[in-house]
C-alpha cells in the first residue's frame, strides 16, 4: 500500500516514458505514493478573523497561565520527568517510574524543542522505534522489526481513537496529523501489548494524548516556511463555555515541497493539507468528566509515478469517566470515524490506468473498569465492539473483492494486579477476540515488577499476541480479477501471525542527574506472510498467480538502552540506542518466492544524542544527531539496501517576549539529499536538507 493505497506491482517507466514489460519488480509488495490537492486558503480566512476577536478580548490573567503552562514541562527536574504519568501500560495513570514495560514517553516539551513539523517527525524523539521518509509524504514506522511497505504490527491510538485501515492493518501516517502545540504526549510501548490493546499490538503501541482543552485556553498562532516545508501556519481558541466547561478549537493548514530522486531531478511528490478541529472538557463534577472532541481534514499528494491523490476524513469522539472512590473508577467511550482516499493506480501490462477508491466508516464502543479486589489486588476488565463499513470502488490494475465489507470485532479483557510483597507486583491477564475472518483470538500476558529500591526496578514479561487478517491478505487482487493475467491473490486461507515475546528490563533513577531504562526481548513468530505460487502454468505458461501464505517462521532478539543526563542546569543530554538481531525462515516442504526477504526491511543498529540547552534566559538550543545502520531491502528475491548514514537536526529558539517567540529549525543538515527507505534504483526518492523558520504567538 502506498503509504496511501499500495501497488503491490507496478510497471516500470523509462526515461521516455514508455511502459516496460514486466519485472521481477513487480511481484514484490511496494507502496504507492500519493498526490497533492491545493485546499482552498479560504480556510484561512476564519483563523485571521479569530485572531484580532481574540486578541483584542483576552485578559492578562489569561496570558500569565499561558505562560506558565508553555513552560511547565521545560521546567521539570529529571525525577519529576521519571515520574511522570503515563497510561498505556495498564490503562489507568501509573508513574513512568512504576511502568513494567519498554516504555518512553515523548513530552509536549520535547516536541517542541525538537522542531518537529508532523507527528511523524516527533516520533523519530522515542529511541525503540524506527522511523524511516520514504518521501515528501510517506513514513515507514515500526518497533522491533518488520518496517515493511506493509508495515502492520503496530498499534496506533489517538486519544484512545485506534487509527488504521482494514486494507492492510497499517498506518497511512499522512493524514495522522494534530496542531503539535497541542499534544500532551506521545507513549511509545516496544513490545506487545495485546492483552490490553488487542490484535496489532504486535511490537509495540503508540498511543497520542492530546491536552485537556482546560491546559489549552486563551489564542496561539503559527506561521513560517522555509525550503521544503514551503509554508505553514496553525491558530487555537480556548476558552470557556460554562463554569469548569472548557472548549477550544484549531485549524491549521501547510504546504510541502518536491523530494527528489538521485540524479537530482524532481519526484513530484508534493504534498498539502488543511486540518481542523475542537475538544469540549465537562469538569464541573468531582466524580464525573465528560469529553467531546472531533476532527476533520482534506489534502492531495502528487505522485512520483504521475497523477493526483486525494484525502479527506472526519471523526468524532465522546468520552465519560466516573470515579466511585479514589481506587475506583470506570469509562465508556464511542467515536466515528470516517476517511476517503482516492489513489490514481498505474497501468500493467494486462490492466490499464485506473483510480482506486475506498471509502470506510468505523463505529467503536469501549467500556472498562478499574476497582480493587481486597488488599492485594487490583482489577482491570473492559468489553468492546467495532463495526467497520468498507467499499472500494476498485481500479482496473488493483482490486478487492467483495468490494463492500462490513466487519465486526468483538472484544473483552480481564486484567489482574497481584501484590505478593511490598516490591514484588505480578500482572496477569489476558484479552479475547473475535473477528469476522479468524474467529477466537486469545492474547494472554504475565509481567512481574520488583522495586528492589525506591529508585530502581527489574521487570519481566511472557505476552502472546496476533497480527489478524487484512483484506489485502484475504481479498486482494492485481490485476483486477477481470485481467487475463493475474500476478497476485489473497488467500482465503490465511491466518493470524503471531508471536510469543519474552521481555527483560530495568529502569532506575541512578541520582538527582541520570535517569536510565534497558529493555532486552526475545520474540517468536510463526504464520509469517509469504507469497507463493502453485507452481501450475497458467495459459501464458507462468506459475502465476502468485499468492499470500503463513509459510514463515522468525525469531527477533534485541536490546534498547536509553540514558538522560541533567549536565548543568542549563543543558541536558539523552543518548538512545536500539539492536535488533532478526532470523527468518520458511517452513519445512513450503515456499516463498521472495526468499523471506519482502518481510522485513530493518536496521540492525541505530543510536542518537539529543542535546538540550538553555543559553540564555530566553534562548534555546537543540541538536539531534542521529546514525542509523544500513537497512536490508529487497526486490522480489534480489537483495538490495539503504546505506547507513548520519544525520543531524538543530533549532535556535529566541523568546522576545513570554509571548512570542521566533525558531529556525534545520533537518537532515548533513546531506544535501540521501535516502532513508526504498530499493536502490532510479525511482527511489532521497529526502532533502531543509531549513525553516517560524513564529508563534500566545496571548
Known amino acids: 500500500m502506498r503509504g496511501r493505497i499500495m501497488t503491490l506491482t507496478r510497471t516500470p517507466k523509462n526515461k521516455s516514458g514508455d511502459k516496460s514489460y514486466p519485472s521481477r519488480e513487480q511481484y514484490r509488495c511496494r507502496p504507492r505514493q500519493f498526490a497533492r490537492c491545493r485546499p482552498p486558503r479560504v480556510f484561512l480566512v476564519p483563523i485571521a478573523a479569530l485572531t484580532f476577536t481574540v486578541f483584542a478580548q483576552h485578559s492578562p490573567a489569561q496570558t500569565n497561565d499561558l505562560a506558565k503552562s508553555a513552560n511547565e514541562l521545560k521546567g521539570m527536574s529529571l525525577e519529576e520527568l521519571f515520574n511522570i504519568e503515563v497510561t498505556s501500560v495498564t490503562k489507568e495513570p501509573e508513574k513512568l517510574s512504576d511502568s513494567p514495560s519498554a516504555i518512553q514517553v515523548i513530552t509536549s516539551d520535547d516536541i517542541l524543542r525538537s522542531g518537529a513539523s508532523s507527528i511523524p517527525e516527533a516520533l523519530r524523539l522515542a529511541d525503540n522505534l524506527d522511523v524511516a521518509q520514504k518521501n515528501s509524504?510517506?513514513?515507514?514506522?515500526?518497533?522491533r522489526g518488520f518496517n515493511t511497505a506493509l508495515a502492520n504490527?503496530?498499534?496506533?491510538?489517538?486519544d484512545g481513537r485506534t487509527v488504521y485501515t482494514p486494507l492492510f492493518s497499517g498506518v497511512f501516517w499522512d493524514v495522522q496529523d494534530y496542531l503539535l502545540e497541542d499534544l500532551d504526549r506521545i507513549e511509545v510501548i516496544s513490545g506487545p501489548g495485546g492483552t490490553l490493546w488487542g490484535a496489532n499490538a504486535v511490537n509495540g503501541v503508540i498511543n497520542i494524548t492530546t491536552k485537556n482543552a482546560q491546559d489549552t485556553q486563551g489564542f496561539y498562532l503559527e506561521g513560517g516556511g522555509g525550503t521544503e516545508l514551503r509554508d505553514f501556519t496553525g491558530a487555537r481558541y480556548g476558552g470557556v463555555l460554562a463554569s469548569n466547561v472548557y472548549f477550544r478549537v484549531y485549524g491549521k493548514y501547510f504546504n510541502r515541497e518536491d523530494e527528489i530522486l538521485a540524479d537530482g531531478s524532481s519526484a513530484t511528490d508534493a504534498w498539502s493539507m488543511a486540518q481542523g478541529g475542537f475538544r469540549i472538557d465537562d469538569n464541573q463534577y468531582s466524580q464525573n468528566t465528560l469529553t467531546l472532541q472531533g476532527d476533520f481534514y482534506s489534502g492531495n499528494e502528487d505522485i512520483e509515478t504521475g497523477g493526483t491523490a486525494g484525502v479527506n476524513g472526519n471523526n468524532v469522539l465522546g468520552r465519560w469517566s466516573h470515579t466511585f472512590l479514589d481506587d475506583s473508577d470506570m469509562s465508556l467511550q464511542m467515536y466515528y470515524d470516517r476517511t476517503h482516499l482516492s489513489d490514481p493506480i498505474a497501468a500493467l501490462v494486462f490492466a490499464p490506468a485506473g483510480t482506486l477508491k475506498d471509502d470506510l466508516?468505523?463505529?467503536?464502543?469501549?467500556?472498562q473498569h478499574h476497582f480493587p479486589l481486597g488488599d492485594r489486588n487490583r482489577v482491570a476488565w473492559g468489553l468492546g465492539y467495532r463495526f467497520t463499513h468498507d467499499v472500494v470502488e476498485n481500479a482496473p490494475a488493483l482490486s478487492f473483492s467483495p468490494s463492500p465489507l462490513d466487519q465486526s470485532l468483538y472484544s473483552g479483557f480481564?486484567?489482574?494486579e497481584i501484590k505478593l510483597h511490598e516490591k514484588l507486583h505480578l500482572t496477569i491477564g489476558t484479552k479475547v477476540e473475535h473477528n469476522d475472518y479468524t474467529g477466537f483470538e486469545i492474547e494472554p500476558s504475565a509481567?512481574?515488577?520488583w522495586d528492589f529500591t525506591s529508585k530502581q526496578m527489574l521487570w519481566a514479561a511472557v505476552s502472546r499476541a496476533v497480527r489478524t487478517p487484512s483484506r489485502i491478505?484475504?481479498?486482494?487482487?492485481?490485476?483486477?480479477s477481470s485481467s487475463p493475467l493475474v500476478l497476485l491473490q489473497g488467500n482465503s486461507n490465511f491466518v493470524s501471525e503471531t508471536v510469543i515475546a519474552y521481555e527483560l528490563g530495568y529502569r532506575a533513577e541512578l541520582g538527582p542527574k541520570v535517569v536510565t531504562s534497558v529493555s532486552t526481548f526475545y520474540n517468536d513468530y510463526s504464520n509469517i506472510r509469504s507469497t507463493s505460487t502453485n507452481n501450475v502454468p497458467d495459459s501464458f505458461g507462468l506459475p502465476l498467480p502468485l499468492f499470500f501464505q503463513n509459510n514463515l517462521t522468525a525469531q527477533t532478539y534485541g536490546v534498547e538502552p536509553t540514558i538522560t543526563y541533567q549536565v548543568l542546569d542549563w543543558w541536558r543530554l539523552h543518548g538512545g540506542y536500539s539492536l535488533l538481531k532478526e532470523d527468518i525462515q520458511i517452513k519445512p516442504g513450503k515456499q516463498d518466492f521472495n526468499k523471506t526477504r519482502n518481510e522485513t526491511a530493518d536496521p540492525e543498529q541505530q543510536f542518537s544524542v539529543r542535546s538540550s540547552m538553555d543559553l540564555m534566559r530566553n534562548v534555546d538550543f537543540d541538536t539531534d544527531l542521529r546514525w542509523v545502520d544500513t537497512l536490508h531491502n529487497n526486490n522480489a528475491s534480489t537483495p538490495g539496501s539503504v546505506p547507513s548514514y548520519f544525520e543531524l537536526n538543530a533549532?535556535?529558539?529566541?523568546?522576545?517576549?513570554?509571548?512570542?517567540?521566533?525558531s529556525i529549525v534545520g533537518q537532515n543538515l548533513l546531506h544535501d539529499h540521501h535516502p532513508e527507505y526504498g530499493f536502490p534504483g532510479p525511482g527511489?526518492?532521497?529526502?532533502?536538507?531543509?531549513?525553516?523558520?517560524?513564529?508563534t504567538c500566545r496571548f
Open 137 to 143: 509524504h510517506d513514513w515507514a514506522i515500526s518497533a
Open 153 to 158: 504490527k503496530l498499534l496506533v491510538l489517538i
Open 361 to 367: 466508516d468505523t463505529y467503536d464502543i469501549d467500556f
Open 414 to 416: 480481564v486484567q489482574d
Open 447 to 449: 509481567r512481574l515488577q
Open 473 to 480: 491478505d484475504r481479498d486482494f487482487s492485481e490485476p483486477g
Open 651 to 662: 533549532r535556535l529558539a529566541w523568546r522576545l517576549s513570554k509571548n512570542i517567540e521566533f
Open 684 to 695: 527511489r526518492e532521497e529526502i532533502v536538507r531543509s531549513v525553516y523558520g517560524k513564529v
